[in-house]
């Protein structure tokens, strides 16, 4: 499922990211890579999403997270 | 021979805590050549040597995503610096070993810093630098910047100089291992040891990365008919990004695996944050504190306001002092109300830039900003921009310079300008005093009324400016989303913010005064007349003569100038219309007077209530309120933009659409009234 879909409170990782390379280099700076272990703090329509992934808390633009693919880790 | 350190890291890892501890009052801000970046220099004594200090810009990385990432890369690569100290921030290490992990492979010596210790100890982590130092190869040092007490390892290590660099061969295992034969294919290409300091390795990763200015320097070292080979091969590789990315953070893992106990939970999250990034109540709470830091902002600012506004009062003494000793009356008008009133000008405006800087300054030292950003984001998303790029139109209700400058924060260049020529809308303090005064001089509590119609027009303009110029300025790849960390809240650091508040000051002061002075020379020669009538003036006579045209506009020959007046400084409209009106001395010393004598109000209002229709009124209050703003935001722009085309473009839109709506308001109004 994309990060859009995650449920407000889940620990999921992330599988892969999309997007031209310019995103990928910009998202893989503060950290978001594929195997990335997250927590979705936030997940509110017209908000960005918001996640806390190795120590930091990240906002990311709605339509960009549909390009994150994830899965939830039990 | 004097040694030079460089300081790099990731935004909040405590670079410029270090950076102002060392250095004191020992630094320099300048730019960097050719870029609107800042950059710090400064230097401090060790036991008899001099030791220069560079404070590199706070990025994530050392892509070449932006300005700053460019400047600091090549830094780097210039080797001015003996030694690189990359600061991680030990209460997010992982991630902020980002750094270091695309730092591995330039072969500058380096050594890394495990800033925030304390905080690490608090949150129950245990690291032991020794061992992330065995196998980096390189010093690592456990720091407090905070504490000066404690520096004395880090001055010891770093003033003897460092010759190691990290050891990057795991993460070259990590390149081989993910992108299997690729990895040998692209070396084999590459000069064998690689090109300056950038290893082969390093290369590597930012050719998969698609690095635009990395492979621009492949293709110049390699020529042209290799490089073609290499991009066959660069070409079959998707998500170079991202797997390059896994490598790193593979890397780092392995750094830290037997060397951080953690003990400590997850995310704690405090209920104001919960409150700050709410959909409900965190966009009132960021109205509120932003409208408090607007506040707080006049205050930090009123001592040099004061002072400002106190020189032009000495203008009079003065210039009768200059009179009597027999100096040209033209002379005396040019010095006295010219220049004179410009630096009053200048030192207010100044002094609010000064206060802005410290208030909005704490507020991103604090940590709320992003929160402010993350609320507005879906707002600033209508105008094509993203949530960062909401502070320049809050700095910009109190001047539009400050808001100019808040734009720093944006990614690319065409995302500034773009938010820079939307914030033009933004009414400055100035121009809400004018439009309060004479609108309620002609309308009473009808000005309300007003007020809201301005901000409905306000709406509409920002909606149609974002697509003028949005369409020409922000191409799709420019359009990107948020991406931002919301950091932990940190106390303010008074007298780093004091500092740079003084430095901002400093730099507005002196282009205001370039600008102002020159402007008021050619103002107050143009409206002077040996009677003192305006009208006798050229200024008055060229005003008259085109008449005819501007009152299309509904503008009169003194309201027409006085709109002109208000490009030099907005609260100058009330005194050009004092002076035109009045005909009693030059458009200039009218200026000289508002400033200084601000109660003479209820004078003007009578004479302009005998002197407009309300039609009249509401058309000159329009086109002021739409003009561009004041001569000395225009130079900021510049400054920030390097760009004269847009800045004029944008200028002369703001104009021409100030007048336009002036003609719509002023040819309805007279079918109203």
Known sequence: MVLTEAKEGMTGRIRSVGGTPEYQRRITSVGLTPGCVFNVIQNRTKQPVLIYARNTQIALDRSDCEKIETEVVS | ?673
């Open chain 2, 1 to 673: 021979m004097s040694s030079a350190i460089a300081l790099l890291g990731q935004p909040n890892s405590g670079k410029s805590t270090l950076f102002n501890a060392l250095t004191g009052a020992h630094q320099h801000v300048g730019n960097w050549p050719g870029k609107t970046v800042e950059k710090n220099e400064g230097s401090f004594d060790y036991e008899g040597k001099k030791i220069k200090v560079i404070d590199l810009p706070g990025t994530y990385s050392l892509a070449a995503n932006s300005d700053e990432e460019i400047v600091t890369r090549d830094y780097i690569a210039g080797q001015e610096a003996d030694t690189v100290c990359i600061l991680a921030d030990s209460s997010q290490l992982e991630r902020s070993l980002f750094m270091l992990a695309d730092y591995a492979g330039i072969r500058v010596p380096a050594l890394l810093l495990l800033n925030m210790m304390d905080v690490a100890k608090v949150q129950g982590k245990n690291i032991d630098a020794k061992k992330i130092s065995k196998k980096l190869g390189i010093s690592v040092i456990p720091f407090v910047a905070q504490d000066k007490k404690n520096y004395s390892e880090f001055l010891s290590t770093v003033s003897a100089k460092q010759k190691a660099y990290p050891d990057y061969s795991v993460l070259e295992e990590e390149y081989k291992k993910e992108f299997g034969e690729t990895y040998a294919d692209v070396c084999r290409i590459l000069p064998e040891n690689g090109i300056g300091v950038y290893s082969p390795c390093w290369l590597f990763a930012k050719l998969v990365e698609k690095d635009p200015v990395a492979m621009q320097l492949v293709e110049d070292k390699i020529g042209s008919e290799k490089y073609s080979e290499l991009n066959k091969i660069l070409s079959g590789i998707k998500d170079g990004s991202s797997r390059t990315g896994s490598c790193k953070f593979a890397w780092i893992d392995a750094i830290l695996e037997g060397s951080v106990k953690d003990s400590g939970s997850g995310l704690l999250r405090s209920k104001f944050d919960r409150i700050a990034t709410s959909k409900r109540w965190g966009k009132p709470l960021a109205i509120a504190i932003m409208l408090g830091a607007l506040i707080l902002s006049i205050i930090f600012g009123i001592p040099f306001m004061m002072l400002g506004s106190y020189i032009p009062g000495l203008a009079a003494p003065v210039a009768d002092a200059l009179l009597e000793a027999g100096a040209h009356p033209l002379l005396v008008t040019v010095l006295c109300d010219g220049i004179w009133t410009a630096v009053g000008f200048a030192l207010a405006m100044s002094g609010y830039i000064f206060g802005a800087s410290i208030a909005f300054g704490l507020l991103e030292e604090v940590g709320y900003m992003a929160r402010i950003s993350y609320v507005f984001d879906n707002t600033m998303r209508k105008l094509g921009l993203h949530g960062k790029a909401v502070m320049p139109f809050i700095c910009s209700f109190g001047c539009n310079i400050a808001g100019s400058s808040g734009t720093r924060v944006l990614d690319t260049w065409s995302q500034r300008m773009t938010a820079i020529a939307l914030s033009w809308v933004v009414p400055c303090g100035s121009t809400w005093g004018v439009v309060g005064l004479i609108g309620s001089v002609f309308f009473g509590p009808g000005v309300i009324v007003i007020i809201l119609l301005m901000f409905a027009i306000s709406a509409l303009h920002l909606f149609i400016t974002s697509k003028v110029f949005g369409r020409k300025l922000l191409k799709p790849s420019d359009r990107t989303g948020i991406i931002m960390e919301l950091p932990p809240y940190h106390k303010p650091r008074w007298g780093a913010l004091v500092k740079h508040g003084l430095i901002k000051m400093k730099e507005a002061l002196k282009r205001a005064l370039i600008v102002i002075t020159l402007i008021s020379i050619v103002l107050s020669l143009l409206s002077y007349s040996e009677s003192g009538d305006f009208t006798e003036s050229i200024l008055g006579r060229i005003g008259e003569a085109i008449e005819p045209v501007t009152m299309f506009f509904g503008l009169r020959c003194q309201t027409f100038i006085a709109w002109i007046g208000s490009m030099m400084a907005k609260e100058g409209a009330l005194g050009v219309l004092a002076s035109t009106f009045s005909h009693d001395s030059g458009v200039m010393h009218a200026l000289a007077t508002m400033k200084s004598n601000p109660v003479d109000n209820t004078a003007l209002a009578d004479i302009l209530k005998t002197a407009l229709t309300k039609p009249e009124a509401l058309a000159f209050l329009f086109a002021f309120y739409f003009n561009m703003p004041c001569l000395m935001a225009l130079s900021a722009t510049l400054h920030e933009t390097r760009s004269k085309k847009w800045t004029f473009l944008v200028a002369g839109y703001y104009v021409v659409m100030s007048l336009l709506i002036a003609a719509i308001v002023y040819h309805v109004a007279c079918l109203i009234f």
